[in-house]
């Protein structure tokens, strides 16, 4: 259905306004400024949301489901590779992104994503990040690492679309105490048990405490990252966003939120649909 909806709003972003606006009377609309004709595309397009159904909602089990390619394969060795940057960013898809706030042990903040990231346990909840080393500071460690080290303390705030631009804006490498909130114009909202703020413009927000960390090192015996492992000691939601509350399983509502994902290259992902299915031992409906 979606799919769908996007090829019917490709078609309607190539028809002039006048005829958008005939097609908006035809539906029953009278007259309308920009915002309501804003608001009719959305009503008639997207108020359905991302469900569909299953890509397979016959399938049986012991029913083999096949690659639509031809079955040849290509052996990749890691060692033999100029580099394997591009195809593992590009090959483990799509990626969670973390954005990463932290202070120094003086109190000067830094901001930055990582797409190398992920949960590891609810029960501590505990979040890790793997920060690639710097081939621009001294010490080898990227701000974010040299603040974690310092301090013990960090913040994962959650990307949604809604603020990707300015979000991706803090990529670059500004010169170490140089603050990316700053630099590209995000809101500080301080944080209750950690230091380091929190992101304003995210519907999610995970202070975090160092548990572990670990270091990683290629063949020559090079750190080349280090994975933070860090206990999330007070979550922070969007009241619009989030359900459950009052039953103590809060659970974030998926289309509200606008998450993205991290693809290759430059490429970021956004959902266009979602599916429901169940595990054979669990009902769809709960989690």
Known sequence: QVKRNNTAMASLSSVNSRALLGAAVGGGIAALTARSLATWLHQR??????????PHPSWQPGQRQSMPYPEKWVAL?????KSCYPLMI?????????????????GEGNLAPFSYSGIFSHDPPVIAVSIVSSSVNPDGKKDTLANID???EFVVNIMSTWFVEAANHTCANFPRGQDE?????????????????RVAESAIHFECKLLHRQEI?????????????GEA???????????GVDEG?????????????????NTYAVVTETFDLARPDRNANKT
């Open 45 to 54: 397009f997207f108020k359905r949301g991302l469900q569909v159904e299953p």
């Open 77 to 81: 060795d890691p060692a033999a590779q």
């Open 90 to 106: 590009s090959a483990y898809v799509p990626r969670p992104i973390a954005f990463v706030s932290t202070l120094s042990a003086s």
């Open 150 to 152: 310092a301090t013990g």
């Open 181 to 197: 909130f700053d630099e590209a114009g995000l809101t500080r909202v301080a944080s209750h048990v950690v230091k380091p703020p």
């Open 217 to 229: 090192k290629n063949k020559a015996g090079k750190v080349t990252c280090t994975v933070v492992f």
């Open 233 to 243: 000691v007070l979550i922070h939601c969007a009241e619009s966003i989030v359900e």
């Open 249 to 265: 399983r809060p659970q974030v509502n998926f289309e509200k939120l606008k998450p993205l994902g991290r693809l290759g290259g």
